[in-house]
């Protein structure tokens, strides 16, 4: 079964989001929770049961962008002390 399950066009490269219409083209073939055993094995500050793929994701997404200001900071910080510039 090809056809995307929102909007029933043909999906024939099995895009995860249909082409079409921008939804979700087919059932995950993965449910939640396999996706979850993963996740959870390095996270314990969500309830599994309650959190969708598409949150995590999306707040997995946020906590990236988030490691990476911060990391990027400390950085600046550490390379305006070597230079003597610690209080600019
Ligand atoms: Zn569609």
Redesign the pocket.
């Known amino acids: 079964m090809n056809d995307?399950?929102?909007?029933?066009?043909p999906?024939l490269e099995h895009w995860f989001y249909?082409?079409?219409?921008?939804?979700r083209?087919s059932e995950p073939k993965f449910t939640t929770n396999m996706y979850m055993i993963e996740e959870a094995a390095k996270r314990t500050d969500f309830e599994i049961s309650t959190t969708t793929m598409d949150k995590t994701i999306e707040r997995a997404k946020k906590e990236r962008t988030k490691q990476g200001q911060d990391f990027w900071r400390g950085k600046l910080k550490e390379f305006k002390k070597r230079r003597g510039y610690a209080n600019s």
Request: net charge negative; glycine share 8%.
């Open positions: 995307c399950i929102n909007c029933n066009e999906n249909c082409k079409s219409c921008g939804e083209a």
